[in-house]
């Protein structure tokens, strides 16, 4: 059965870090590309980053460049998600999960998400 | 940016009933569209992908249509379980974007 399982959310003021993680069971991690997704409170999904099978491509949404570092440990099966100079408009529910290709295009979340890890900003 | 713009914000149906949701899209994605449901407290259900297909274990009253700039996702005939937020999703070109969703409620 595959399983994602995120951990490190928290309560942090404006300008701290955190570092998120998933675990991943179930699926040969190393073979797939792995993705971030956030929910803010009363906003949409928000694609934040994606990071292929070896981590030689890595792609960040503009409002994660240079603050949020997308990584993972194949030899451990985790996806990290170190999160510097943290803003209230980080809040958010994060949520890890497998990428999946279907046809041409970039891979995206398909069906196995984790449960999520609330992220609050506040002072 | 490839901007997502979905419609309406909120779609009120009575079960039983034809649910259209509407996706357009800034610029051509061809076929590289998904849907999502997402229900309160839950992670999101991927529905669709490459604009018509549906993803496995999801039941035949959703549909999905479109290319280019304009998608429709249908579902035929609405059940309880079908009340929640849908999202679609342009794997089409960095970075990757959501529409905002389209929120069906019981009417």
Partial sequence: EVQLVESGGGLVKPGGSLRLSCAASGFTFSDYTMIWVRLAPGKGLEWVSSINSDSSVIKYADSAKGRLTISRDNAENSLYLQMNSLRVEDTAVYYCARGDRYGSGSSIPGPYWGQGTLVTVSS | ?107
């Fill in chain 2, 1 to 107: 940016e490839i901007v997502m713009t979905q419609s309406p914000a909120t779609l009120s149906v009575s079960p039983g009933e034809r649910a259209t949701l509407s996706c357009r899209a800034s610029q051509s994605v061809s076929s590289k569209l998904a849907w999502y449901q997402q229900k309160p407290g839950q992670a999101p259900r991927l529905l669709i992908y490459g604009a018509s297909t549906r993803a496995t274990s999801i039941p035949a009253r959703f549909s999905g249509s479109g290319s280019g700039t304009e998608f429709t996702l249908t579902i035929s005939s609405l059940q309880s379980e079908d009340f929640a937020v849908y999202y679609c999703h342009q794997n089409y070109d960095w970075p990757l974007t959501f529409g905002g969703g389209t929120k069906v409620e019981i009417k």
